[in-house]
C-alpha cells in the first residue's frame, strides 16, 4: 500500500503534468510595447537556448513580433509568431515608447500571474532598433539594458513595474530611464510625466544633477576649473510647519584643482567644500525650481506632504520648498599640491 | 500525549494558517495601513481569549455528541479552506496546466495516510517542518526589513466598522483553530500553545509589516496575494532572485499541518466512518469550491463570521476542574 501511495505521490507531487523541457520554451528576456498608427506593436526579445555560449556565429536572442489595434490581440500574435511556448518570468525590462499609456498596458500585465512583474519600465524611440542592436558588451540587449539601469541606481524596489503603476494611479508623477542607442545602448536621460502623460526627457545639464539626487558616484561637479566627484550622498525630505525642507548632504573628493590651494591646510577643505555647496545650491534648486513650475514632481515630495498634511492635499506647485545643500570634501586623493 | 514543544509548534502553525489567500489579504482589505493596529489589537485580544480557553475541558467537551458535532464541522470548514488554498497556490503559480483534481488528490492522500499513522507521526513531521518555516522566515525578515518604507504607514485614518470588524477577523483567524488542537489533548500545557500562538502571530504582524511597509496599502489591496508577491521581491546576496516558488513552501508547510491536525480531530470524532466521509468530503470540496470560484469567494467573505460563531460557541464551554 505504502508502495502505491509512494508511486502517486512521486507521479503527481512532482509536478510531471506541467513538464516542459528548456528547450520547448521561449525565454522571454525584454518585452517592447509601442504605438504605430492606433495599432499595438509588441516585440520580444527572446534568449536563444540552443546556442552554443562558446560560439561567436551563434545567434543569441532573437526578436518577434505581434501588431494590433487591441494590445491582447497584439500579445497573442506575438504569441503565435513564436514556435516555443512563451515563458514571461525572466522579463528584464519592457521598453515603451513615449505615446503608450503605461495604464492602458498594466492591467493585463498585472493580472497574468505566468508574468513576474519584477521589471523596470523603459523608454525609447524605436525599440525595434534597440532591440536588433548588437552589443559588444553583452549579446542581450534586455539584460544590457538592465545593468545600465543599476549603474544609474534606479534599481531599487520602488522603480519596479509594479511600484510605477501603483503611483500612477494614485495620481503622482514618475519619471522613466530612457535608453538610446550612441555607438553602444546607452541611459542617456530620463523622460518625466505628469502622471500618465509623458511631459519631456530632462536635457543633460538637468540628468546629471538628477544623478547626483540619485546618489550615482563619481559624477563630477565642476566650478572654475576646479572638480570633484561625489562618492557618498544623501537626499532627505524634512517636512516641517507646511515647508519642505530638501536636505542633500554628499561627501566629495577632488578630482583636479586649477586654483592654489594648500591641501595641507584643513581651511581649504571648508573653503573648497563651501564653494561646491554654493555650485551645488545653484544646481539643485534651479533644477527643482524648474520641475516646481511645471508641477512634476519626480522625488516624490507632494506624496510625503500629502502623507504627512492629509488634509491639504496640495499640488507640487504650491508647496513651500527650501534647500539645504551640503558638500563635505574631505578627499584629496594622493596629491597635496596641483599638479601645475 | 504529545510535547509541550509539538504543542508549540501545532499552535504556531495553527495560528498561522487561516491567513494565506485570506486573513491579510480581507484584513488589508478592510482596514489598509491601519491593519498593523488592528491586527496587533486583534492578536492581543486572541491571546487574553486563549488564555481562557487553555482553562476549559475541550477534551472532555469533544467527547459529547453536541462537542463531535460543533468540532467536527469547524475542521471540516479548516480542512476545506486548507484545500483551496493548496490548490490556489499551486496551481496559480507552480501547475497552472495541471487539473485541481490532480492537485488536490495528492493532498488528501497525503492527509489520509498522515492521519491513519496517528498523531504521534503528525507531531514528529511538526517538528521537522518547524526547522524549515523559521529558517525561510527569518530569511525573509532580514530580506524585507530594509525595504521598508517608514511613509506606508501614513495617514492613520480610522474607519470605526472596519476597525472593529479587522480586529474582531484577526481574534477569529488566528484562535479559532487552535480549539481544534485543544479538543485533540487530553492534557495541555497552557504555556505552550500560547508560546506558539504568540510566535505565530508575531510572524504574521511581521509579515504584515512587510507587505504594508513594502507595497503601501494601495498595491497591497490591488494584489489577490499580497503574501506571495511579497515573496517575488526577494533577492539574496544581490544575485539569488525568483526565489518565491522555494519559499512560499512555508504557506505549504501551515497548510498541510493544519490540515492534518483537523483531519486527525475528524477520524477521532467519526472513527470507521473517516473513510467514507473523506470520499463525500473531497467531491465537495472538488465541485463545489476548488472548481467554482464563486463559492470560494464566499469562503474569503464569511470566513472571519463563521470562525467567530465557533469562538463564541468555544466560550461557553465549561471549565477544567483543577485537582
Known amino acids: 500500500m505504502k508502495k502505491i501511495i509512494l508511486i502517486i505521490f512521486i507521479v503527481l507531487l512532482t509536478g510531471c503534468y506541467d513538464y516542459r523541457e528548456l528547450n520547448d520554451i521561449a525565454i522571454i528576456s525584454g518585452v517592447g510595447i509601442s504605438k504605430e498608427d492606433n495599432e499595438y506593436k509588441v516585440i520580444y526579445e527572446v534568449i536563444n537556448t540552443e546556442a552554443n555560449k562558446e560560439s561567436s556565429n551563434d545567434i543569441k536572442k532573437y526578436n518577434v513580433t505581434g501588431q494590433d489595434k487591441e494590445l491582447i490581440n497584439a500579445i497573442s500574435k506575438a504569441n503565435e509568431a513564436l514556435a516555443k511556448k512563451p515563458y514571461f518570468e525572466q522579463i528584464k525590462v519592457l521598453l515603451i515608447t513615449k505615446d503608450v499609456n503605461i495604464l492602458d498596458i498594466s492591467d493585463y500585465i498585472f493580472r497574468n500571474e505566468r508574468i513576474n512583474t519584477n521589471f523596470y519600465l523603459v523608454l525609447c524611440d524605436d525599440i525595434e532598433e534597440i532591440f536588433d542592436f548588437t552589443s559588444v558588451n553583452e549579446p542581450n540587449n534586455s539584460i544590457a539594458i538592465s545593468n545600465l539601469i543599476k549603474k544609474i541606481n534606479y534599481d531599487k524596489i520602488t522603480n519596479l513595474f509594479d511600484f510605477v503603476v501603483d503611483n500612477l494611479i494614485q495620481g503622482y508623477d514618475i519619471y522613466l530611464p530612457y535608453i538610446t542607442i550612441d555607438n553602444e545602448l546607452s541611459l542617456d536621460s530620463i523622460g518625466i510625466y505628469d502622471n500618465d502623460t509623458f511631459i519631456r526627457y530632462l536635457n543633460q545639464e538637468e540628468y546629471r544633477i538628477f544623478k547626483y539626487l540619485n546618489k550615482v558616484k563619481d559624477i563630477p561637479i565642476i566650478n572654475n576649473n576646479n572638480s570633484i566627484k561625489i562618492y557618498n550622498s544623501k537626499l532627505n525630505f524634512d517636512i516641517k510647519n507646511n515647508k519642505v525642507s530638501i536636505k542633500y548632504n554628499s561627501k566629495g573628493s577632488i578630482n583636479y584643482l586649477s586654483n592654489e590651494y594648500n591641501l595641507r591646510d584643513n581651511n581649504s577643505y571648508k573653503e573648497i567644500s563651501k564653494t561646491f555647496s554654493d555650485t551645488l545650491y545653484q544646481e539643485v534648486s534651479n533644477f527643482i525650481n524648474n520641475l516646481q513650475k511645471d508641477n512634476i514632481d519626480i522625488f516624490g515630495i507632494t506624496k510625503l506632504y500629502n502623507t504627512k498634511y492629509y488634509n491639504d492635499k496640495l499640488e507640487f506647485k504650491d508647496l513651500k520648498l527650501e534647500y539645504d545643500i551640503k558638500v563635505d570634501v574631505d578627499k584629496a586623493g594622493t596629491s597635496f599640491k596641483e599638479a601645475k | ?323
Do not use: H
Open chain 2, 1 to 323: 500525549m504529545i510535547s509541550n514543544r509539538v504543542q508549540s509548534i501545532l499552535a504556531f502553525t495553527l495560528s498561522r494558517c487561516l491567513y494565506f489567500g485570506l486573513g491579510i489579504s480581507f484584513i488589508i482589505n478592510k482596514s489598509n495601513n491601519i491593519s498593523i493596529i488592528t491586527t496587533l489589537i486583534g492578536f492581543i485580544l486572541g491571546y487574553i481569549l486563549l488564555y481562557f480557553l487553555t482553562k476549559k475541558n475541550f477534551y472532555n467537551f469533544f467527547k459529547t455528541i453536541p462537542g463531535k458535532i460543533i468540532i467536527s464541522i469547524l475542521a471540516l470548514y479548516i480542512v476545506n479552506y486548507c484545500a483551496i488554498a493548496f490548490n490556489i497556490l499551486s496551481s496559480n503559480f507552480y501547475l497552472v496546466n495541471t487539473p485541481s483534481i490532480l492537485i488536490i488528490l495528492p493532498f488528501f492522500i497525503l492527509i489520509w495516510y498522515g492521519v491513519k499513522c496517528g498523531l504521534p507521526t503528525i507531531s514528529r513531521l511538526s517538528e521537522i517542518l518547524i526547522i524549515i518555516s523559521i529558517t525561510i522566515i527569518t530569511i525573509l525578515l532580514i530580506t524585507f526589513l530594509p525595504n521598508i518604507n517608514i511613509n506606508n504607514f501614513f495617514p492613520i485614518i480610522l474607519k470605526e466598522n472596519n476597525f472593529i470588524l479587522s480586529i474582531i477577523s484577526t481574534t477569529a483567524f488566528s484562535t479559532t483553530p487552535i480549539i481544534i488542537l485543544l479538543s485533540l489533548l487530553k492534557e495541555y500545557n497552557s504555556k505552550s500553545i500560547l508560546k506558539g500562538y504568540t510566535f505565530g502571530c508575531i510572524s504574521i504582524f511581521l509579515a504584515l509589516i512587510s507587505i504594508i511597509g513594502i507595497f503601501g496599502s494601495n498595491l497591497a489591496n490591488m494584489y489577490r496575494y499580497p503574501e506571495y508577491k511579497l515573496l517575488q521581491q526577494v533577492t539574496l546576496f544581490d544575485f539569488l532572485e525568483n526565489q518565491e516558488n522555494f519559499f512560499a513552501v512555508i504557506w505549504f508547510i501551515d497548510l498541510l499541518m493544519t490540515a492534518l491536525i483537523s483531519s486527525y480531530a475528524i477520524k477521532v470524532a467519526t472513527k470507521d466512518k473517516f473513510k467514507y466521509i473523506c470520499i463525500i468530503f473531497v467531491l465537495i470540496n472538488y465541485f463545489f469550491f476548488t472548481n467554482n470560484y464563486q463559492n470560494s469567494l464566499f469562503i474569503y467573505n464569511n470566513t472571519n463570521i463563521i470562525l467567530l460563531i465557533f469562538l463564541i460557541i468555544s466560550i461557553f464551554i465549561k471549565k477544567q476542574k483543577t485537582n
